[in-house]
């Protein structure tokens, strides 16, 4: 009885091991991909006088508040360069919810939608719901995730309708630089192919790396649909508030989706959004300087266990994706239960992102230094050197 | 470069006819279908107190709070006869997000899915963004909007997999009885045909009619998914939070929409809909004496232009849809757009419905009772008899 669509869904191995891991005593937890603090005292203090203003009852309009609304496209010109308007935004249930919106605007069944392979997991299961067909495209692991053109251009196919990728990107750490996402937009615009973007981790770069928004190119915003999210900004899991923006003719079709999905996002949350982009943005910094710290951590630790893992360093983002270099160990999945019955550290198996993603584990590092060291201690003693 | 599935979808005839209202001055609302207060207090304190104490922060379970879950299984027992355990129920963006997400696990292109016309015009676009064709069941206008089971059985073919409908109904105030959804049932598990209801208005019912479930129905748990919603009972619409209960089989399954398409329900929200169902539930009462009282004026006022409307006295929901009994103007777009744009009424046209929707209009109640006699002064004048 249930639809072919979703039968061929397989449950997501991140809620598996989440599953497994309430079994384990005390798991070192390298598999949250959430912030490590909660959210700033100024945003809960924005929506408590919201509600306590009686403004948090009733609908928002299905876009989203305008004073929200003005707030994001000052935000978008000043971080993304991207130049919007009020009526080009949508604000949403997390980026997620846009993600979604995004991908059912645009792809009807068979067409195909390119990503990256490793992509975040959830992306594929988006594609697969709209009854599109995910096609992967190469990235160079050893060159740090590299999104290969060449790959990209031969990926194409008349029924190619979308890109979709997230940059910073879950789970590699990798960022694609400004050349590359060019060449993109080049390639798009040339075959009329829309881009969906997920920025979630964009103020999350290391080691000089840029954030690069390619809405900001001339002319693409009309071939985008960028999605961006307060989640991780400013540590706001549990509040489900993103947002989206896209050319004139397109809202309106985004909207068409958005309203059956959700009619509009959380009111409550649109003010606390609004608190976080009026006032103090030094959480971002503070965040941003705790995540560089943990992934040097996870590095140096990591470079203690080379028998075990070989890594890329992450440019981005609070994930990472190491190779198992133990033979006979190359099965994630077994591997990362294995890791987590056993020795008590709990990670993701690389095989939910995608065909390239087999032989890999995603850690994450939005987690305390002990909770990284910990689970280091117990890996090296679990397999010793 | 957009969907066919969203091309095809017109734009929200309800949303165009806001647009409107907001370039006429001062228009009596008959168009609005949301609570007529805000949030009760004691609702909007355990909000504040869950942010106080740093509960808002960070995901819930996808599938929803656990002390949620255990209160909303205690009210389904109470108030809907509905035995569930708290694995079967999955906390949503309101009812719609779990609409979309049961349309969307259950129908594959070209599945055929049973509808009631009139329906409310969201669920008809929840069909075809799931690439299903909706099928409408006739109802019999002059016995209050009652389903008519031989046409209900007529309409199935080997491509029926659902039946979705609300009652009370949105946009006739129809209740459909215990008897026709025994019927509905049997009928429903000889085919495996799932049922999908909204329940969003099951407190507001009129005259000795019963709200009845059908998932209280012996074996229908596990052949239907149950939506309901804070946003009615409680007037939470800007929380948007509501939930879904299924079969055991069935919950992960909506599991792998609900998770792309919000990752799990706004956790401050969760929170407000647990001070809902713990605290007093004498609000709900006191909204069903309004909306009662507020039915029986809309009813006396219609009285007085039998030269304009006829109607079906609803018998619960706020809304309620009668004819348009004045020759030459029974296009309903063309004459709500006059309504509004020259008699100052905001009203929606029937034809955002379903196919028998045409020739009427849907006026909703959920209004201060000055605002309706507003709205019947002016037509009154605009009509005289």
Known sequence: MVSKRVSDIETSVIHEMSR???????????????????????IDEGAI????????????????????????????????NIEADVSEIIVTVGAIEGLSAAVMALVDPGDEVLTPSPNYSTHIQQIQLANGVPVFVRTVEEE???????????????RTKAFLFCSPCNPTGAVFD??????????????????????????????????????????????????????????MTGWRIGYMVAGK???????????????????????????????????????????LKARNLVCERLDRVPHVFSYQRPQGSYCMFPKIEIEGEKDSLAFSKKLLLEGRVSTT?????????????????????????????????????
């Open 20 to 42: 497994l891991a309430g079994m384990v005593d005390d798991p070192a937890m390298l598999s949250w991909a959430k912030p490590t603090t909660g959210t700033p005292g100024h």
């Open 49 to 80: 006088e919201a509600i306590q203003k009686g403004l948090t009852s009733g609908y928002s309009t299905s876009q989203g508040l305008p004073v929200l609304r003005e707030a994001i496209v000052e935000k978008l010109k000043r971080d993304n």
């Open 144 to 158: 740090n995730f590299r999104l290969d053109i060449d790959s990209f251009k031969q990926a194409i196919t008349p």
């Open 178 to 235: 400004e050349d590359t996402l060019r060449a993109v937009a080049d390639i798009c615009m040339d075959h009329d192919i829309t881009v969906i973007t997920d920025e979630s981790y964009e103020y999350f770069v290391f080691d000089g790396n840029r954030h690069f928004s390619i809405a900001s190119i001339p002319g693409m915003k009309e071939h985008s649909v960028s999605t961006f999210t307060f989640t991780k900004t400013y540590a």
């Open 249 to 291: 003719e397109m809202v309106p079709q985004l909207q068409k989706v958005h309203i059956p999905f959700a009619i509009c996002a959380p009111v409550v949350s649109q003010y606390a959004a609004l608190a976080a982009l009026k006032g103090s943005q030094d959480c971002i910094a503070e965040f941003g300087e705790h995540y």
């Open 349 to 385: 198996p690389g095989v939910a992102f995608g065909p390239s993603g087999e032989g890999h584990l995603r850690l994450t590092f939005c987690c305390p230094e002990e909770t990284i060291n910990k689970a280091f201690d117990r890996i090296e003693e679990f397999y010793p050197g």
